[in-house]
């Protein structure tokens, strides 16, 4: 069982920028594929970003692409999400979750354990 425990969402302005922090409870983090995931209201759940239990792979949907970057620290058991250049539509509830799998997956179905979400809201 790995509990997983998101933070750093809040109110920023279009243009701002936010890094969120998805803090793992196990010491076998590493072994874990990683990615993040975002739904806003009445929209299904989409794929932001991915990264693989090295750190030395990752994968980034189109529309963060140039903009936010995933990462790791396996030391600290936390993955990152870096968001620069908001707009107002990544407002959404951020999920990161947890894979076995070796590569990172842009699809939700590979993913076993996942955080309660932490809130971003991007302001116009």
């Known amino acids: 069982q790995v509990q997983l425990v998101e933070s750093g969402g809040g109110l920023v302005q279009a243009g701002g920028s936010l890094r969120l922090s998805c803090a793992g409870s196990?010491?076998?983090?590493?072994?874990?594929?990683m990615g993040w995931f975002r739904q806003a209201p009445g929209k299904e759940r989409e794929f932001v970003a991915a990264?693989?239990?090295?750190?030395?792979?990752?994968i980034h949907a189109d529309s963060v692409k140039g903009r936010f970057t995933i990462s790791r620290d396996n030391a600290k058991n936390t993955v990152y999400l870096q968001m620069n250049s908001l707009k107002p539509e990544d407002t959404a509830v951020y999920y990161c979750?947890?894979?076995?799998?070796?590569?990172?997956?842009?699809?939700?179905?590979?993913?076993?354990?996942w955080g309660q979400g932490t809130q971003v809201t991007v302001s116009s």
């Open positions: 979750a947890a894979s076995t799998g070796v590569r990172p997956s842009p699809i939700p179905q590979p993913y076993d354990y």
């Open positions: 196990r010491r076998t983090f590493s072994n874990y594929a």
């Open positions: 990264i693989s239990w090295t750190g030395g792979n990752t």
